[in-house]
């Protein structure tokens, strides 16, 4: 009888799990794909440095999910790192897991840039865009939507150099800016690029109905969009903290090695309890 309840307790226990992760992916989109797009802050090189680790991190959160992760756009920094990336997650559920990254995240560290070895502290922006359906959420107008092609530079080699392979869209009524340059196609990088562009301006929507919600019931909000949520620390300790939920671990090593299941739990169960950051 005892192994009997213990297999029944083990049943009922998983179904409740899975009870409380649908409690957690109740968003409209939350079962969509995503698209995480970095962006270097303040700290020069260390930035773009801090930005590729960033970039490396959700690479490896994703393989170790079993996702496909594809790199749309990225823009090498001078001496190491990226200024930016874009990348693209393919997953049930990869947005609404990667939802709780947005932000800008902080590292101190002792720069391996700086001759003095002295310690540095950097930020990166994290954006993450539910990747929009072409056909159900957004139109986007051609005539609103101001192209430029010009040469890519970075990697690519010498064909990437010889041809306006790069593509830069203006969206102008929003201004929201968008350039691609991995493909050595045109026509792949301008597709990618209204991707790009379709989820920003579905992010724009769904931050609009936000606030909206908030004035009709008079919360109060940040006006801060993308403030900081995340610190990793390298020296004089080790920790990583989020700042909305107060969840720390020691081990930043695993953390920056893509095992950051616990800190994503960890905020969408602070939403579920009434508490979001």
């Known amino acids: 009888m005892e192994a009997s309840l213990r297999a029944e307790l083990t049943g009922l226990s998983d179904k409740l799990k899975g009870l409380e992760?649908?409690?957690k992916m109740s968003g409209e989109f939350d079962d969509r794909n995503a698209i995480v797009a970095l962006k270097a802050g303040a700290g020069g090189?260390?930035?773009?440095?801090?930005?590729g680790m960033l970039t490396r991190m959700y690479l490896r959160w994703a393989e170790l999910r079993g996702f496909k992760a594809t790199?749309?756009?990225?823009?090498?920094?001078?001496?190491?790192?990226?200024?930016?990336?874009?990348?693209?997650?393919?997953?049930?559920?990869?947005?609404?897991?990667?939802?709780?990254?947005r932000g800008v995240h902080r590292?101190?560290?002792?720069?391996?840039f700086d001759g003095d070895h002295l310690r540095h502290t950097s930020f990166a922006?994290?954006?993450?865009?539910?990747?929009?359906?072409?056909?159900?959420?957004?139109?986007?107008?051609?005539?609103?939507?101001?192209?430029e092609a010009f040469r890519a530079g970075g990697h690519?080699?010498?064909?990437?150099?010889?041809?306006?392979?790069?593509?830069?869209l203006t969206h102008i009524p929003t201004g929201i800016?968008?350039?691609?340059?991995?493909e050595r196609s045109q026509g792949q990088n301008r597709e990618i690029a209204f991707s790009i562009l379709r989820s920003r301006l579905?992010?724009?929507?769904?931050?609009?109905?936000?606030?909206?919600?908030?004035?009709?019931?008079?919360?109060?909000?940040?006006?801060?969009?993308?403030?900081?949520?995340?610190?990793?620390?390298?020296?004089?300790?080790?920790?990583?903290?989020?700042?909305?939920?107060?969840?720390?671990?020691?081990?930043?090593?695993?953390?920056?090695?893509?095992?950051?299941?616990?800190?994503?739990?960890?905020?969408l169960l602070s939403t579920i309890e009434g508490a979001p950051a």
Do not use: C
């Open 125 to 147: 922006l994290v954006e993450v865009l539910p990747e929009s359906d072409p056909v159900a959420d957004i139109t986007v107008n051609p005539d609103d939507v101001n192209f």
């Open 21 to 23: 992760f649908s409690l």
């Open 71 to 101: 790199m749309l756009d990225s823009t090498p920094g001078e001496e190491a790192g990226m200024k930016s990336a874009a990348i693209r997650v393919e997953g049930r559920y990869a947005y609404g897991m990667l939802k709780s990254e």
């Open 202 to 267: 579905l992010e724009l929507e769904l931050r609009r109905r936000e606030e909206e919600r908030v004035r009709l019931r008079g919360e109060h909000v940040s006006p801060e969009w993308g403030r900081q949520v995340r610190s990793y620390v390298l020296h004089p300790y080790q920790m990583v903290k989020d700042h909305r939920t107060d969840y720390e671990t020691a081990d930043v090593t695993k953390v920056l090695d893509g095992h950051i299941d616990p800190l994503l739990e960890a905020y």
């Open 156 to 168: 690519g080699g010498q064909n990437v150099q010889k041809v306006s392979s790069a593509v830069r």
């Open 177 to 182: 800016v968008v350039s691609v340059q991995n």
């Open 45 to 51: 090189v260390d930035a773009q440095d801090w930005s």
């Open 107 to 112: 590292l101190v560290r002792l720069s391996p």
